[in-house]
């Protein structure tokens, strides 16, 4: 059973842009504090960016900030990851993940061991 499920992968011109969604259950949304993380091809899995349960507080990672905006809407139990600049260092398979109720600090949303609900990836590939 997909209890996250990513979508709007896919291929891309360096400079171009994409917007990933993220859906799951609201039990499970209403709960949560969000988070994105990556994989490059052959690379650990790495924090991209994270939106506390209220939306008022986001996270990024070095690399995004700047670039990537996250953001979610109750009303569709979607989070979302709206990438802008995209450079071929960016690609990656994107994860969805949800943090119930472990805390919304920093430390903890960057942290990729405080989420406790995953969905498959999605695959994004930036071409030169």
């Known amino acids: 059973q997909v209890r996250v499920l990513e979508s709007g992968g896919g291929l891309v011109q360096t400079g171009g842009s994409l917007r990933l969604s993220c859906t799951t259950s609201?039990?499970?949304?209403?709960?949560?504090?969000m988070g994105w993380f990556r994989q490059p091809p052959t690379e650990e899995r790495e924090f991209v960016a994270a939106?506390?349960?209220?939306?008022?507080?986001?996270y990024y990672g070095d690399s995004v900030r700047g670039r990537f905006v996250i953001s979610r809407d109750s009303a569709k139990n979607t989070a979302y990851l709206q990438m802008n600049s995209l450079q071929p260092k960016d690609t990656a398979n994107y994860y969805c993940?949800?943090?119930?109720?472990?805390?919304?600090?920093?430390?903890?949303?960057?942290?990729?061991?405080?989420?406790?609900?995953w969905g498959q990836g999605t695959q994004v590939t930036v071409s030169s």
């Open positions: 993940a949800a943090n119930a109720g472990s805390g919304a600090d920093y430390e903890t949303l960057i942290n990729q061991r405080h989420y406790d609900t």
């Open positions: 609201g039990a499970i949304f209403s709960r949560s504090a």
């Open positions: 939106i506390d349960l209220s939306g008022g507080t986001t």
